[in-house]
């Protein structure tokens, strides 16, 4: 096994996804001969030409519609958004008909399609390049959502994603595009609809996703300085989610702090929450917490290390959760 | 096929195209186009009694109850029944919720048009086996389709077009021109057809574009344009045959806007009389496509009275079909609700299952 980034990782997929199925086609803006804005389909256009890899018009609504077309004559598209926040005019494609189409039609047609994103900050972008747009993806109905915390999870549920009959928003985390580990193109580990423990732990379950992974990580390691032993849970897929696994761990460690980058308001930290909450209130030693990005705009970069979660704030909530038996109040 | 690098040669032509005046007698403002031929024209007629009969009885079952909501296309019918006879079985047409008469004379069975609109499912007709989407609601979003639709058919090295419906409103919408942009840049078989019916709900064209005719649009992206009197059948479907041709030779996209004009409400929910004036729809009467036609075919002796007298009893015994389907009663059952959310069901939605099904038995 090579050391890969995610990037190299993901183009891998890609590729694959490409020599192994004449029906799977990539396009949108800058996809083709440059390679995408993160270099994600770098050289595919060259080895496998412009039929598979191509460049479209610049205009995001288009590419999704289009790509919904495509699929209806057959096809499985993968297409890029540029960034989070240049979706946003696809989002009526992506909601009136990527997600309902199978239904309105019955079965009769069905999109296999992949909206790829580079999301969420950490990068020093600029304004509108930066967003976590999650929640509004998971909260519509017939859309798979999906976002990788690590190189091997970025190939594997690439694959999968790639192969589902039902269409994905495949989010990928941005700032960790560049971490490397090595990466088996086997399989083996096929990522779709299940969360992963990342870290076994006995005192509290962190939950987290995509960006945020690498962070819960660091976190439960420094974490063992005040003798806590901290389990990290990597959702994976954000839609469906994985009730069982997290349940599992949650009713073990008896305690749970969910960690995102995108605004917590109306967040999908709630979803979480409410249903640990739901399903583990007996085993629960303390309120689930979260740790999540302010309520703003996403900031200037000069300001956003202030907006993303770091381990400082997580084990100041993890602390808040204490380690009596008896249940404590947030805040207490 | 080489791409148009001449505006001259993507433009309209400078008056829409016409084979017949208001009165059905024959003119000569149809530039290179060529009359169908008679047994075509016979057979829009035909279709245009049938559809016009069809649209009546939906209105008459939203008032009934039956139906709750039917967006009429009274005065539409040349375009409605030509944009299914100018294409085959093989080519996928894309309408929206007004086009109903559109889909009855491609063949589609009345009741399954009409499940949308009475509320029974989404779409009661099987797009994949009919070749014919869901009627869109969300204005100009199926324009995409179409164009990717086509692209994929082209790939494929099929020689089948996609066929667009969309009003003179939504051509405002984004996703229509880059729906023309696409299509154009790709040269993909697809025809896009703006009935120009006047109105957008309430709101008039002069009010919705300063164009001096929507078929302008297609030019620059590089998409043929033409323009037509939309109550003229003889030129509608000429025009449109053409179109379609031209797009299944490989010539690229065709947009073809028709001047038309709706003869009623928005609706049957909608008030028109506050946006408009009687004397107007009267004008517009006048210039109906469906007297046009009969009046040039009688003249001609291209259709008897029997033949009349044979499709309105046709059209009878049709609407009293659409009667009987409608007034069945059809329970659509809850628990079809959770069925085709997903290929791969979620756990999820099968607790959710569980809980409806619950209810329904209590
Ligand atoms: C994206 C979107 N915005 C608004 C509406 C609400 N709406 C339904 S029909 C309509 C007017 C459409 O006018 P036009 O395109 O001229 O078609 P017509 O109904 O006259 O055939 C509007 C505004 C909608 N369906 N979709």
């Given at each position: 096994?090579t ?24 396009f ?5 001969p ?11 256009t060259a ?22 077309g ?8 993968v297409?890029?958004m ?10 009526e ?10 239904n309105?039609t019955?079965?009769?047609l069905?999109l ?9 900050g950490g990068?020093?972008?600029?304004e ?26 970025a ?8 192969d ?15 971490s ?13 609809d299940?969360?992963?423990?990342r ?7 962190l939950?987290?996703?995509?960006p945020?992974v690498?962070?819960?990580l660091?976190t439960?390691a ?7 032993d901290?389990e ?11 009730d ?25 930290g709630?979803?979480v ?16 917490l ?15 290390r202030h ?6 704030r ?11 038996d ?7 | ?24 007698t024959?003119?000569d403002?149809?530039?290179?186009y ?6 075509r024209?016979v ?33 539409q ?6 944009s ?8 996928w047409?894309?309408?929206?919720y ?11 069975e009345p ?24 009627q ?18 082209q ?13 003179d409103?939504a051509?405002s919408e ?8 696409f ?60 179109a ?11 947009l073809?806007?028709a001047?038309?004009?709706r003869?009623?409400a928005?609706?049957?929910a909608d008030?028109a009389?506050?946006y408009?004036?009687?004397?107007e729809v ?32 046709e ?17 659509p059952?809850?628990?079809?609700l959770?069925?085709?959310v997903y290929?791969v ?18």
């Amino acid at each position: 096994m090579t050391e890969i980034s995610m990037a190299q990782a993901l183009n891998a997929a890609l590729r694959d996804a490409v020599k192994d199925d004449d029906r799977v086609l990539i396009f949108g803006e800058d996809v083709g001969p440059l390679g995408g804005v993160f270099r994600v389909t770098d050289g595919i256009t060259a080895d496998f030409g412009e039929e598979r890899c191509f460049d479209t018009p610049l205009a995001e609504s288009g590419i999704v519609g289009f790509a919904v077309g495509m699929a209806m004559g057959g096809f499985r598209p993968v297409v890029e958004m540029q960034f989070d926040a240049f979706a946003y005019p696809a989002f009526e494609q992506i909601t009136s008909h990527v997600a309902k189409l199978r239904n309105r039609t019955r079965g009769a047609l069905s999109l296999p399609m992949v909206i790829r994103i580079p999301y969420a900050g950490g990068i020093g972008g600029v304004e509108h390049h930066c967003d976590s747009s999650e929640a509004y993806y998971t909260h519509t109905p017939g859309l798979r959502v999906v976002t990788p915390g690590t190189p091997q999870d970025a190939y594997d549920l690439l694959r999968d994603s790639i192969d589902s009959p039902d269409p994905v928003i495949f989010l990928e985390p941005k700032c960790r595009y560049w971490s490397k580990e090595p990466v088996s193109f086997t399989r083996e580990g096929a990522a779709m609809d299940r969360a992963v423990v990342r870290r076994a732990g006995e005192d509290v379950t962190l939950i987290a996703y995509g960006p945020m992974v690498a962070t819960a990580l660091e976190t439960a390691a420094a974490a063992t300085a005040e003798g806590w032993d901290v389990e990290v849970v990597d959702l994976r897929s954000l839609s469906p989610f994985d009730d069982e696994t997290v349940t599992a761990s949650v009713r073990r460690t008896g305690r749970a702090v969910v960690v995102h980058e995108a605004a917590g308001f109306g967040g999908y930290g709630a979803e979480v929450v409410a249903r640990v909450t739901e399903q583990c209130f007996h085993q629960l030693h303390a309120p689930v917490l979260r740790v999540t990005g302010l309520d703003i705009p996403y900031p200037p970069p000069k300001l956003e290390r202030h907006q993303l979660p770091d381990v400082d704030r997580i084990l100041d909530t993890v602390a808040r959760l204490q380690w009596h038996d008896e249940p404590v109040v947030a805040g207490a | 096929m080489s791409r148009e690098t001449s505006a001259a040669a993507l433009l309209p032509s400078g008056v829409p195209v016409r084979f017949l005046a208001e009165d059905g007698t024959r003119v000569d403002e149809h530039g290179h186009y060529s009359e169908p031929p008679s047994e075509r024209l016979v057979e829009a007629y035909r279709l245009m009694v049938l559809g016009r009969r069809f649209d009546a009885q939906a209105t008459a079952l939203t008032k009934q109850g039956r139906l709750a909501v039917y967006p009429s296309s009274a005065g539409q019918e040349a375009c409605q029944v030509a944009s299914a006879l100018a294409l085959t079985d093989a080519d996928w047409l894309f309408p929206t919720y007004r086009d109903s008469v559109a889909l009855v004379a491609r063949g589609l069975e009345p009741g399954e048009i009409l499940t949308l609109l009475r509320g029974d499912a989404h779409c009661g007709y099987d797009p994949a086996e009919t070749r014919v989407a869901p009627q869109c609601t969300p204005l100009a979003t199926q324009t995409l389709h179409a164009a990717g639709l086509a692209h994929a058919m082209q790939r494929r090295g099929e020689d089948s077009v996609a066929f667009a419906l969309i009003g003179d409103g939504a051509t405002s919408e984004g996703d229509f021109h880059e729906a023309l942009n696409f299509a154009a840049v790709f040269e993909a078989p697809v025809v896009f057809f703006v009935q120009n019916n006047r109105f957008a709900i309430s709101v008039p064209f002069e009010k919705q574009s300063a164009a001096p005719a929507l078929a302008y649009k297609g030019v620059g992206y590089g998409v043929r344009s033409e323009q037509v009197d939309g109550n003229d059948a003889v030129a509608v479907l000429s025009v449109l045959e053409d179109a379609v041709a031209h797009a299944r030779s490989g010539g690229g996209p065709v947009l073809v806007e028709a001047h038309t004009y709706r003869i009623d409400a928005h609706t049957n929910a909608d008030d028109a009389t506050r946006y408009r004036d009687r004397a107007e729809v009267e004008r517009w009467r006048a210039a109906d496509p469906v007297r046009r036609l009969e009046t040039y075919l009688t003249t001609e002796n291209l259709l008897s009275a029997d033949d009349v007298e044979r499709f309105r009893a046709e059209a009878e015994t049709f609407a009293a079909g659409v009667r009987d389907t409608l007034n069945a009663d059809v329970e659509p059952d809850p628990l079809s609700l959770f069925e085709h959310v997903y290929a791969v069901p979620t756990r999820q939605l099968a607790a959710q299952r569980a809980l409806v099904a619950a209810e329904v038995e209590a």
